[in-house]
Each structure stands twice: as structure tokens, then as C-alpha cells.
């Protein structure tokens, strides 16, 4: 069997006495805030994020099938910066500004190497039953400010800590490990993009005191990987004789948070950020600018096919398959998700209950709607922000079947019900690691208030 059933560890959590589970999920909680599994609420407080009180495990086969399928997807994404500059109808579709543009040529080529990057495609993949190949979506592309790189390895912690004897009893003869660590593959791309890296900044926008807090954990996690981390602000960083100085001394490298429109916003109240453009321009960003076409749209140009003959006979079979109907939203005509020509804006209009609609940039699961889930009313009032668009433009994407899954939660008691799941692939030049998200809402993320699963693989 090339797939492990969730089965035999869910009869073993039935078997618990109540107050046996009580106490288990109180230690997951415990140990989990002890951890860092943590957001930040209204007012800076930190909030506990919620761990399923079950890991995703994966085999051999599965790991190998997924490597297989992320690094064509990302081998088609590293080739959207280039596209861009020959195609005027790709520069319709990834809309950058004429001052992100300017950025993007303090990297030129945008096709060099070292091409580094620590990435998550999201997706709809899940894993304990046969049809685990068929039928998944990637949702969407993340190369800049990726969450979860320290909640992924510290939910597996947890879960090996606190459910490590049930796992033992429901799956005998069989040991498990977390999935690759993402704060390791990120170390192994800033020792890729810079040879000899000792220091390393880790960017974050610190306007922003709401949402996902990781990056100090996150240095501590460098720190063991033989990196010295510190976290500032890119307005902290300064550029003197060719050297990066961030907050303690000169860096190396950084690491960013941050997004290019935050950048430029910088800027626009402050002096330039001559540190940072540097970085740009000797290849010590990571992820590097030309990461910044990871636009939601660029899943158009992937199913477009004017533009198949820029990837292989494989990608382009992975595409039909796994990659679902994305369009910018304009006033255009376009292929529908059958190939027919279509006025696009009356296709949207037609087709709510089959569409969902979500900011091209924006993350966190801001701005999303799910056609099947809102009235008439709103839904027109979307396509009318979305043809109004002057800096947030949206893509509309046909829905994805998301699974729902059960495992019990600690609320007053303990509390099982069906949750949305959806997955995060992580990825570097070499290596993929996997972050599992649930939720009550059908828009799945841990700032909406959605939890984290933790993803084990079989060794």
C-alpha cells in the first residue's frame, strides 16, 4: 500500500477515557503555547493556535510523488519573470507597477543563478486514502513572507511528544519523523545564494502587529543551524562601504518578510532602503525579487495555452490536472475552463456558484469569496471592486473541492467535527516539506483563525 489509512490512529484516540483525552489535548495546548504556536490578535496579544490532535503522515511513495510534482511547478514559475519580458499579454495578466518594475531591473537577468528561494504552494492535497494522486488543486503560489516555517517543525514536535505512544500502538513496526524542516531548508538556501554566510537578517515589516509571529523562533532556529539570526525592520538596515549593517553588526544576507509594495510604501515616507537594494542587486535577497511575479494570475499564464510551449510535455500535463482555471479579472475575452471563447465578465456574473474570487496579492485569505457562499448582492458588489481595480487587482479561479477531515479539538470539552483542510508544500532547490491548515471557514488560514496539522513521514 502506497498510502498509510488514518484509520488505525483514530481507534486508538477513541479508545482513550475521557478524561484521558482531556488531559491529552490540554497537553497539546500546553505544550504547543509553550512552543511559539502563537498569532498575534487585536491589540499585539498573542492568541494559541490550535494543533488537529492528529498528524498527516506520509510514505516514501507519497514524499517522492509530491517532490516530483512541486519542483515542476516551481521550474514553470521560475519561468514566468522571463516570459514576462517578452509577452505583453503576461505583462497584462502579472500587473506590476512602474516603480516594482524598476526593482525588478535591479536584479537583471531575472533568469540567473543562484535562483534561491524558500517557498509553499498551496493546495488540496490530503493523504490517508487511494485516490491521494488525483484529483488535487494547487490553490496558489507563495514565495515571499512564507508562514509556517517555524510552526511546521514545532507542530511536529508536539505531536511526536504528546501522541508519540499512540503512534506507536495504532501503527506498529512502523517509525515516524517530521517532514523536512523549512527554517533548514531556508538555511541551506542562504548558504546556496551566499557561500560562507555567517549572519543573516531576517526582514519584517514592523508597522504590522497583528498576524502570524514567527520570526523570532524562527532566529533561534537558525541559530542552531550554525547561522547567526537577528530580526529587524528594513528601515533599521544601512549600507556602508559595500557592507549591509543591520542591528548588532554587518549581515551577509536577508531574508524577507516583507513584500515589494511594502517596500516601495517604505520608501515613500522615508529615505530609499539602500541596504536592501543592494542585496537586490548582488543576489543576497531571498527570496529574490524576481519572486515577486508569484501573482495568483500566474496560474492564467500556466493554463493559457498560448503559452504551452514555454514548459514541458509533463508540465503542461500537470497543469490539466492539478492547476485549476485562473483568470485576472478584466474586460477581456478568454478560454473558459473548457477552451471556449468567453467575455469574461459576463462568464463571472454567470457562473458564481462554480468561481471563487480573491485579491491577486494580498494573503492571509484577505478579501476571498467563495461564490457558492455568498448572495447575488455581494458577489456583484466583487466583480464591481474588482473591475475598479487601481493597486488590488483579483483573479477569479474556478473552486476547488476542499476535504473536510474530524479529530477532536479542546474547546469547554472536548469537541469533534468535520474542519476544511487544505495543504502547504514547502520547497528550496531541492527539498519539499509539508504544514497541513484547518478550519471551520471554506477559506482556510491560520490569521482567519484556522489551526495548524502537523505532517509526519514513515521511515
Not at 490578535?41 to 512541486?70: C, E, K, M, N
Not at 497584462?92 to 540567473?112: G, Y
Not at 515589494?260 to 542587486?281: D, Q, T, Y
Not at 548582488?282 to 525579487?289: E, F, M, P, V, Y
Request: glycine letters at 8%; one cysteine or more.
Amino acid at each position: 500500500m502506497d498510502y498509510l489509512p488514518s484509520t488505525p490512529l483514530a481507534h486508538a484516540v477513541r479508545r482513550l477515557s475521557a478524561q484521558e483525552l482531556c488531559r491529552r489535548l490540554a497537553d497539546v495546548r500546553r505544550v504547543s503555547e509553550a512552543r511559539g504556536l502563537r498569532v498575534l490578535g487585536s491589540g499585539g496579544r498573542p492568541q494559541p493556535i490550535d494543533l488537529a490532535f492528529r498528524p498527516w503522515i506520509l510514505t516514501a511513495v507519497q514524499v517522492a510523488h509530491f517532490q516530483r510534482v512541486v519542483h515542476q511547478m516551481v521550474d514553470a514559475l521560475r519561468r514566468i519573470p522571463v516570459l514576462y519580458t517578452r509577452h505583453a499579454a503576461i505583462r497584462e495578466m502579472i500587473p506590476l507597477a512602474p516603480a516594482q518594475e524598476a526593482w525588478t531591473r535591479l536584479a537583471e537577468p531575472l533568469d540567473r543563478r543562484p535562483f534561491a528561494v524558500l517557498g509553499r504552494l498551496d493546495a488540496t492535497a490530503t493523504f490517508d486514502h487511494p485516490d491521494w494522486r488525483r484529483g488535487f488543486r494547487f490553490l496558489e503560489p507563495n514565495t515571499v513572507g512564507v508562514g509556517g516555517v517555524y510552526y511546521a517543525p514545532a507542530s511536529c514536535r508536539v505531536m511526536l511528544d504528546v501522541l508519540g505512544d499512540l503512534l506507536r500502538r495504532a501503527y506498529p513496526r512502523r517509525r515516524f519523523e517530521p517532514m523536512p524542516d523549512p527554517s533548514r531548508m531556508l538555511a541551506e538556501e542562504i548558504r546556496a545564494m551566499a557561500p560562507g554566510a555567517r549572519r543573516v537578517a531576517l526582514l519584517e515589516n514592523r508597522d504590522f502587529t497583528t498576524g502570524t509571529d514567527e520570526f523570532g523562533n524562527l532566529a533561534h532556529s537558525l541559530r542552531r543551524e550554525g547561522l547567526e539570526a537577528v530580526v529587524a525592520d528594513p528601515r533599521e538596515l544601512r549600507l556602508s562601504g559595500g557592507r549591509m549593517l543591520a542591528p548588532g553588526g554587518p549581515v551577509d544576507a536577508l531574508y524577507r518578510d516583507c513584500e515589494l509594495g511594502e517596500l516601495l510604501e517604505m520608501e515613500a515616507r522615508g529615505p530609499r532602503l539602500a541596504a536592501v537594494r543592494h542585496a537586490v542587486r548582488t543576489g543576497r535577497l531571498l527570496s529574490g525579487i524576481a519572486w515577486e511575479f508569484d501573482h495568483k494570475s500566474c496560474w492564467e499564464v500556466l493554463t493559457d495555452a498560448r503559452y504551452a510551449a514555454a514548459f514541458t510535455p509533463a508540465q503542461r500535463r500537470l497543469f490539466r490536472a492539478h492547476v485549476p482555471w485562473t483568470r485576472l479579472v478584466r474586460q477581456a475575452v478568454v478560454r473558459d475552463p473548457h477552451g471556449h471563447p468567453a467575455d469574461l465578465v459576463p462568464y463571472i456574473r454567470r457562473h458564481q456558484s462554480q468561481l471563487v474570487l480573491k485579491p491577486n496579492t494580498l494573503y492571509g485569505g484577505e478579501g476571498v469569496v467563495v461564490g457558492r457562499r455568498v448572495t447575488r448582492a455581494v458577489w456583484e458588489r466583487t466583480v464591481a471592486t474588482a473591475l475598479r481595480a487601481a493597486r488590488v487587482h483579483y483573479v477569479v479561479q474556478q473552486a476547488a473541492r476542499i476535504r473536510t477531515e474530524r479529530f477532536p479539538l479542546l474547546r469547554r470539552r472536548p469537541e469533534t467535527a468535520p474542519r476544511n483542510v487544505v495543504s502547504g508544500f514547502f520547497f528550496n532547490s531541492r527539498r519539499i516539506g509539508l504544514m497541513g491548515r484547518f478550519s471551520d471557514d471554506p477559506v482556510v488560514n491560520v490569521s482567519r483563525g484556522g489551526g495548524l496539522i502537523a505532517a509526519l513521514q514513515v521511515k
